[in-house]
Nanobody, 119 residues
Framework: QVQVVESGGGLVQAGGSLRLSCVASGPILRINDMGWYRQAPGKQRELVATISNGGSTNYADPVKGRFTISRDNAKNTVYLQMNSLKSEDTAVYYC?????????????WGQGTLVTVSS
């Protein structure tokens, strides 16, 4: 009933930009933290950026200064603006949301959207 769906992935040249979107839907009472994670082939899933309900952000070192996370609480949506993309940014990007439904918090993951940076 509650899910998150990513979009915006694609193929981009090194130095280019992409904007990812993630929308949470369903009988949501409140969304706390939302974030983006990524997983490259043969590697573990890693944190990219998170943002709290109040807008406090946290970034992984490799993306600091290049990526910007933001959210629109009215739309239950989180964005990831990715600039100055590098080949090492190539990965499947997953949206995560801590969603409160009634008295329960659900840790939800999207299906992922593939970002490929050509070099």
């Amino acid at each position: 009933q509650v899910q998150v769906v990513e979009s915006g992935g694609g193929l981009v040249q090194a130095g280019g930009s992409l904007r990812l979107s993630c929308v949470a839907s369903g009988p949501i009472l409140r969304i706390n933290d939302m974030g983006w994670y990524r997983q490259a082939p043969g590697k573990q899933r890693e944190l990219v950026a998170t943002i709290s309900n109040g807008g406090s952000t946290n970034y992984a070192d490799p993306v600091k200064g290049r990526f910007t996370i933001s959210r629109d609480n009215a739309k239950n949506t989180v964005y990831l603006q990715m600039n100055s993309l590098k080949s090492e940014d190539t990965a499947v990007y997953y949206c995560h949301a801590a969603v409160i439904v009634l008295l329960t918090t659900f840790e939800l993951w999207g299906q992922g959207t593939l970002v490929t940076v050509s070099s």
